[in-house]
């Protein structure tokens, strides 16, 4: 994959991306967005959802966890757009841009690091879905992660963390 912080997507086996309409339905399914608590005119916003599948949410807020750093284009990632449609690369690129710079704008505002870090998956699982819109992911040309074995009792993941 070319996102910084996603190695591997395996989205066929366990989501299809073209069932949502909109990203927003996607980070609902995943549960990352926040609980709502209306009366009348108040609109209070609680804590995430949880709804969906923990795992492949977990590994979201773990792949977040890459765009603490400033955007780059660094070697390992080079290889991995390698072959990728240029459409690909550019929402790659644009999601490099906005979620490196969304981490220093929230963590300016001096928000928990965990929280902000929720906030960044939250956006890139909308990168993703882009992805996933302009580019089926059975068509994208992948290649297995290099470490050995496979999924556990039969679990699938749509990503696995990439090592940066």
């Known amino acids: 994959m070319t996102l910084r912080g996603i190695d591997f997507v395996a989205a066929a086996t366990l989501v299809n991306l073209t069932r949502f ?9 995943l549960g990352l ?13 609680g804590k995430i959802t949880k709804a969906g599948n923990g795992h492949v949410r977990r ?27 240029k459409v690909v690369r550019d929402i790659a690129w644009r999601a490099q841009l906005r979620l490196a710079q969304r981490y220093r704008r929230l963590s300016a ?10 906030a960044i998956a939250r956006e890139l699982a909308g990168f993703i879905w882009d992805i996933g819109r302009h580019v089926p992911i059975h068509d994208m040309p992948m290649k297995a992660p290099k470490t050995g074995g496979g999924n556990h ?10 090592t940066l």
Not at 33 to 45: F, I, K, N, Q, W
Not at 153 to 162: F, Q, R
């Open 153 to 162: 009792k039969g679990c699938h993941a749509i990503a696995a963390p990439a």
């Open 109 to 118: 505002r001096h928000l928990h690091h965990n929280k902000v870090c929720v």
């Open 33 to 45: 967005v926040p609980s709502e608590y209306t009366s009348g005119d108040a609109r209070h916003l």
């Open 21 to 29: 309409a909109h990203p927003r339905e996607l980070m609902s399914f």
């Open 59 to 85: 590994i979201l807020i773990e792949a977040a966890w890459n765009y603490r750093f400033a955007a780059r284009m660094s070697v390992v990632i080079q290889k991995r757009q390698e072959g990728q449609p």
